[in-house]
């Protein structure tokens, strides 16, 4: 533990040494210190309408990831049980949304719906559903044709099937889709929020960017930062290592 | 309560060809209730595929299916009174071995009833696992899994009960130790059970009547009958004697 701790802090310390060298060699308005920049995010997230942009931006990422997973594992699941849905999604619904970049989204939404949480949430939604169609695919193919067949000798019914069998045996996808979701999502509401809301962190973000408030441009970006890091290395890693498990020795054994 | 005369499977005629390639030719036999039949047959030869076709998991060609007097392809389902242990456990990783059992019920049945889990846990009692209930199959042995895939067999009480080479892959001690017990169940449930094994050892020493069946295409070679009565002695001369008879007729078959 100790022994992989080291070279991690030191490799911590190196970057934020040669930020500080840089910024101060520079000595210049448009590069703060590392200690301007971690002193601006605290005032920025401690200021009293701060923490509101921060869970409005998290309600938004929430939303839309939630929102783009349902579409995506339908979608998904329709091309394994219906013919006339598979060539749509495969033909059609896959390619325009793997395509088509997702700032394109963003513009057309702010087009349509102008500035409310309808653009951001829509942009997550578009950006994340191509995750779980993927994943409900790949998952859908490595299914352990001998649990269905176990499980057609207790019940003829396709709903139990999918409830009890088919969709646990998912998971594992899912929750690798989840997390690529989610780290996608992060980026993506940036310029969502910078064009098509009034609110948020993204907003926030671009009103420092036109009051030319450098330190403030450096605080929300490594509150960004900060929260993509909590998320994967906090909560994701934390549940793969927990729950995971009993899905992973199945995968082993197999 | 039926006699023990009572028909449980009859197969009739069957059948089955893979890409017009015939794997089962005109099979005819039948099971009663409270019977031990072991169809024994060299590897490859459509044991499984025949097992797989009374269980109305794959269609087949020609021929009848009956369980307890019932038409088995008349139904798409597989039939209630059926129950099946396959070669491998079949276990569902994610849950532990009491919810492994409480499975069937849950795919069965809408809701699980508070005498249902009293079976569940009577079922895991009856197969040595009681203390186990909590253990996820990563954590119990091929024995033990296949323990739990026979109690939630067993839940379901089937009529019928069809088991897949369910002990191969066990090491010698778990295997003779699971064949008396799977015997003892049996013969408390007195259910027909249809024992599918490449083993002539084990069909000798399970069985009631052997199904000795050929090479493919497949058909009856012979039909042993064994009046020994139980408890057995295991690895007799005599069974010794008509193990190795047994196993010189596969070799010719199969070379």
Redesign the interface.
């Known amino acids: 533990m100790v022994k992989r701790a080291v070279p991690v802090i030191v490799s911590i310390a190196a970057f934020l040494g040669i930020w500080w060298a840089v910024a101060v060699y520079n000595d210049s308005v448009l590069m703060p210190t590392p200690w301007e920049t971690i002193s601006s995010f605290f005032k920025l997230i401690f200021a009293p309408t701060g923490w509101q942009h921060v869970m409005i931006t998290a309600y938004r990422v929430i939303a839309g990831t939630l929102l783009g997973a349902a579409a995506g594992i339908l979608l998904g699941l329709a091309t394994h049980y219906n013919r006339i849905a598979e060539t749509i999604v495969k033909a059609v619904i896959f390619p325009v949304l793997q395509s088509i970049p997702v700032l394109c989204w963003t513009l057309i939404f702010v087009l349509w719906f102008g500035l409310n949480d309808m653009t951001p949430i829509l942009t997550v939604v578009v950006a994340v559903a191509p995750y779980f169609i993927i994943n409900v695919w790949e998952g859908m193919g490595e299914l352990d044709t001998?649990?269905i067949?176990?499980?057609?000798?207790?019940?003829?019914?396709r709903m139990?099937?999918l409830r009890?069998?088919i969709m646990?045996m998912l998971?594992p996808y899912l929750f690798a889709a989840t997390r690529s979701s989610f780290m996608t999502a992060w980026k993506k509401i940036i310029p969502a929020e910078i064009f098509g809301a009034t609110s948020g962190m993204g907003y926030m973000l671009a009103i420092s960017f036109e009051g030319y408030r450098i330190n403030n441009v450096f605080g929300w970006t490594i509150a960004f930062a900060l929260i993509i890091i909590a998320f994967d290395y906090g909560v994701f890693s934390y549940t793969d290592r927990k729950f995971m498990r009993?899905?992973k020795?199945?995968e082993q054994?197999l | 309560m039926e006699s023990p005369g009572t028909e449980a499977l009859r197969v009739e005629k069957l059948t089955k060809s893979y890409n017009h390639l015939p794997v089962l030719k005109g099979i005819t036999f039948s099971v009663y209730r409270g019977e031990l039949v072991c169809i024994l047959g060299p590897s490859g030869c459509g044991k499984t595929t025949l097992l797989r076709i009374v269980s109305n998991l794959i269609p087949y060609n020609q021929g009848k299916i009956s369980v307890y007097g019932k038409d088995v392809s008349s139904s798409q389902a597989h039939p209630q009174n059926i129950g099946v242990v396959f070669q491998e456990p079949r276990l569902l990783p994610w849950r532990n071995a009491r919810n492994n059992v409480r499975l069937h019920f849950e795919l069965e049945a809408d809701k699980v009833t508070r005498q249902d889990e009293d079976v569940i846990d009577n079922a895991l009692t009856l197969v040595g696992l009681s203390d186990f209930a909590e253990a996820f199959p990563y954590q119990l042995s091929g024995g033990m899994k296949q323990r739990v895939a026979l109690a939630r067999t067993l839940v379901a009480d089937p009529q019928l009960l069809l088991m897949d080479e369910p002990l191969t892959g066990l090491d010698v001690h778990t295997r003779e130790e699971l064949q008396d017990e799977i015997i003892n169940i049996w013969s408390q449930k007195g259910m027909g059970l249809v024992w599918v094994t490449h083993d002539p050892n084990e069909a000798i020493y399970l069985a009631d009547r052997v199904i000795v069946l050929s090479d493919r295409p497949t058909v009856i070679k012979a039909v042993l009958e064994f009046p020994t009565p139980r408890p057995r002695r295991r690895n007799t001369p005599q069974a010794k004697e008509l193990e190795e008879k047994i196993r010189d007729f596969f070799n010719h078959e199969t070379h």
């Open positions: 001998n649990l067949e176990m499980a057609h000798t207790h019940t003829e019914s139990k099937m009890k069998i646990p998971y009993k899905w020795a199945q054994k």
